[in-house]
């Protein structure tokens, strides 16, 4: 019966990677068919110069997470010792994916004249995905917080094997991870995905639409990443806490908590493949601009 119920907590872990999965297929598809509409069209200057800015904003705000990143490991060897080594890596991912959620958060600043439209980027079920991950971490590390020191939330009067679990201040950071991404999250789909500023040329309305789906799809996935990298690293070790308890309350509590914890780990290795998809599309569109802009004035003999 243990084995059955094991199997039973994998096979619900291995469900939301699988979802996660196929939105971001669609989603690959969606950017391929936007890539594939610029060949109808044929850009201008101001689009070669508005994506060429796209992409050197990309990078910038990546470079200075990972700085970021950089003086946290100083800061945190500083304080706690070489011990830290093992954090070192993980900071550095975070600080880069922290990089570029800010870097799309922020206005982009097209060369291109805009007047009023309306052409929204879809992004129904990306988005609510992103939500759902937000909440559950940061409603994940407040009850880990609740159980850590002294309040024992879902230990107390229980004979603990295990080791202590997250401390307070990880559960606090977690937090406040879940929801400082939230929030540039969702700034980055209120400015991105209406699309009420269009460039008045309309030959570049169809790069607009694939430079702004390529970096809404870039927030949605970085934020959905970090609220599900503090998922994991929370509901792993509170859920092994108080699923090693004598009290059978918390210990169906630590293994649903193990459980969502696996869940988004599983989801993380899932989503990293897309790291790189979400790079390279953004510079994929302003090397195809430049290029085409650049055969254009050629053969025009400019």
Known sequence: MGRVIVGFFVVLALVPGFMLAKLWLAAANRRMIDFGSMSFVEPTKAADES??????????????????????????????????VFFWIPILIIGGIFGVLIGAALPQRPVWER?????????????????GACLMAAGTALVAY???GPHHLLTAGCAVDAKPGPSATL??????????????????????????KIPKDGADVAVDDAARSAIAHSAVGATTLLALISLSVVGIGAGLVAASGSCSGSAAIGAGLLTLGLAAAIAV????????????QLRKIATYVHKTVNQDMVSGGR
């Open 171 to 196: 559960c606090l950071v977690a937090i406040g991870v879940s929801v400082v991404a939230w929030a540039a999250g969702e700034l980055a789909i209120l400015r991105l995905v209406p699309g009420r």
């Open 146 to 148: 609740l159980d850590a």
């Open 51 to 84: 994506t060429a800015r796209f992409v050197r904003r990309r990078s910038h705000s990546t470079y200075y997470g990972v700085g970021v990143g950089v003086l946290a490991c100083v800061a945190l060897a500083l304080k706690v010792g070489a011990s830290t």
């Open 269 to 280: 290795v899932v989503m990293a493949g897309t790291l790189i998809q979400w790079g390279a």
């Open 115 to 131: 007047i009023t439209g309306d052409r929204p980027v879809s992004l129904d079920a990306l988005s609510w995905s992103m939500r």
